[in-house]
């Protein structure tokens, strides 16, 4: 439960509320559908029994039981005829209903007691016969109880009527607000589940950029849609930070990460010729161009990242650190023939970096009194989701490049294995 | 109150209750017009148990006329159950109307069932119908058998406490009472 609570407040208002109200929806919409079958049961409550049968049967059987008692009077031994009548008019007034659904009719129920009354009245009358005025008022009781059930019988028809009629129109109105409830709740369901389709794209995308820079990472590279559709000319650079570490060791690894995002923001700038500018991991970086000229834009792209490079690192104080570009070309022939490519540009990359780390440690670099440097980044962190809208713009721009370049030129590019004479060119940073 | 002890009350209770038995012979009790139970004011000879009061046509063969008697001789079905014009349960009995049919006659011989009342109301249906709804000819209320101001000899009763939704106005109409004649067909 606990769990459940932590994991509902995790999640962004707009979803939280349309879940209160799907919640809140589904709750109204089982009491709803209760309040329907409690009503169905009473309609048919209602309706089950043929009241005004009831009380009009009743009312020919008592004109009945006044012949037999006529009968008997005349002396013609009806008096058998008038007990069994008897007899059948006490168990149908053990039948006879002075309630529907729940509801009582007074009126039924007098009538009921006044009727018992003249039975028993008639019923000792016939055990032990006495005067012809008592008889005659026991037949005057009987007339006045089938002239009571002639005026149930058309009470019975109007209420019946007016009950059930009443309790239709409450069914009609509890099914309208059902219908109601569950429109909302369906479209409360289609946003939610738009919302969740919207959160595992946002997620997606979040996976391939890398949260420091707001770079692409190397899931750009297994993405078909930052990738070639056919066979095109790529060239790649793998740029590596000279003396990374040393930066993390005297300043921190927080003006490590600065430094990381100045670079990233030069490449942002320098490489926008390009097709993929990505953060490998550590302090290295990848630009890929794909198609026409890929060679010449990625040599364009990498002198101006050398060249912006040095201006930063020195207006922001970082002294003492280089860039390592190595640079493999071939044709593009899918992920795997790319992971070749990054893998040539990066051996070209590491022979220049020894090469160049010789020559640092014999004049010295990275002074002991060097100031603390001092860029910061117009970048992100601010909040998670400002990252993150940072990370999906600058996505989204990389992400059209190769698309276009694939579109125009892949189709001129004869498909086929790495080009065998793809030339590893090594560039080094004064 | 507080000086009446219970013992008083037991008595006072037992002083009441034989007033009562004894009230429906008094003269006092006819003046005021009540107090007697109608259902025994208008029991007939026909009430007794063994008087033969509900004649039989089968598909072939004479009509016999049986008792109830000769209906508690069959294998009886209990049903605790309200009924359409009392919302309290009584424990009915009597033979299913499945077990009735199949004593008179042959099985799938008949498919029609006629029953009629001693007012002349009659009830006709399917018996696969009336089988399927658990019908029960009822001849016992609360272990006693009914005399005909009490429904009796016999009725017609479906178990709609366990099975609430055969409980509509058309089982209502076929829950026949006084039942004087029975045609199979």
């Not at chain 1, 028993?120 to 009987?142: I, M, Q, V, W």
């Not at chain 2, 498919?111 to 109301?121: K, L, N, Q, V």
Request: with cysteine.
């Amino acid at each position: 439960m606990g769990r459940l609570v932590r994991h509902l407040t995790g999640i962004g208002g707009l979803t939280r509320l349309l879940i209160v109200f799907t919640c809140l929806f589904a709750g109204l919409a089982i009491a709803m559908s209760q309040r329907i079958q409690a009503s169905q049961t009473q309609v048919i409550a209602i309706s089950g029994y043929n009241m005004e049968f009831a009380y009009t049967r009743t009312q020919v059987e008592i004109i009945k039981l006044q012949a037999a008692l006529l009968q008997s009077r005349l002396g013609d031994g009806g008096e058998d005829e008038a007990r069994l009548q008897l007899a059948i008019l006490a168990g149908r007034l053990t039948t006879v209903p002075s309630s529907v659904g729940g509801i009582v009719f007074p009126e039924a129920e007098k009538a009921k007691r006044d009727l018992s009354e003249s039975l028993k009245a008639t019923a000792r009358f016939l055990a032990d016969p006495l005067s012809e005025a008592e008889a005659l008022a026991a037949s005057e009781r009987l007339s006045a109880d089938a002239r009571a059930f002639t005026g149930l019988g058309a009470l019975a028809n109007t209420r019946q009527a007016g009950l059930v009629e009443r309790a239709q129109e409450r069914l009609q109105h509890d099914i309208a607000m059902l219908n109601l409830l569950l429109v909302h709740l369906v479209f409360v369901g289609l946003v939610l589940v738009a919302l969740v389709i919207a959160e595992r794209a946002r997620f997606a995308r979040a996976a391939e950029t890398d949260s420091l820079t707001g770079l692409g990472n190397r899931l750009h590279l297994k993405n078909p849609a930052y990738l070639p559709a056919a066979s095109a000319s790529t060239a790649v650079a793998v740029i590596d930070v000279d003396r990374f570490k040393q930066v993390n060791d005297r300043w921190g690894h927080a003006t490590g990460d600065d430094l990381l995002r100045l670079i990233a923001d030069v490449l942002r700038r320098e490489a926008s010729g390009c097709d993929l500018t990505l953060r490998l991991g550590g302090d290295e970086f990848l630009i890929v161009a794909f198609g026409p000229e890929a060679r010449a834009r990625l040599d364009a792209g990498c002198a101006g990242i050398e060249r912006g490079f040095l201006l930063e690192t020195r207006r922001h104080g970082f002294s003492g650190v280089g860039l390592s570009i190595g640079i493999a070309e071939g044709a593009w022939d899918g992920p795997q023939g790319i992971d070749a490519l990054i893998g040539r540009a990066d051996m070209a990359m590491y022979g220049e970096k020894n090469r160049r780390c010789v020559e640092a440690s014999a004049s010295g670099e990275m002074r002991a009194d060097a100031v603390m440097p001092s860029y910061r980044a117009p970048a992100p962190a601010r909040g998670r989701l400002l990252s993150l809208l940072r990370a999906i713009v600058s996505r989204s721009s990389a992400a059209d490049a190769p698309r276009r370049s694939a579109r125009s030129h892949g189709s001129s590019v004869a498909p086929g294995a790495m080009s065998p004479g793809a030339t590893e060119t090594d560039l080094t940073i004064a | 109150m507080g000086h009446f002890n219970r013992r008083d009350l037991l008595v006072a209770a037992i002083l009441a209750g034989t007033a009562g038995l004894l009230a429906p012979g008094s003269r006092t009790a006819r003046a005021a017009g009540g107090g007697d139970d109608l259902t025994d004011l208008a029991r007939l000879p026909m009430d007794k148990p063994d008087a033969p009061v509900i004649a039989i046509a089968g598909p072939s063969g004479p009509v016999r006329t049986v008792s109830r008697e000769d209906l508690a001789g069959l294998e009886q079905t209990v049903l605790t159950t309200h009924m359409p014009w009392s919302p309290e349960v009584h424990h009915l009995e009597g033979p299913s109307l499945a077990r009735f049919v199949s004593s008179f006659t042959q099985k799938d011989a008949a498919d029609e069932i006629s029953i009629e009342a001693i007012d002349g109301f009659i009830v006709t249906a399917p018996i696969a119908e009336l089988v399927a709804d658990g019908a029960v000819l009822v001849i016992r209320q609360d272990g006693d058998f009914l005399p005909v101001s009490a429904k009796g000899p016999a009725f017609v009763m479906f178990p709609f406490e366990e099975r609430p939704e055969i409980a509509d106005r058309s089982r209502f109409g076929r829950c026949i009472w006084q039942i004087t004649r029975i045609t199979i067909s």
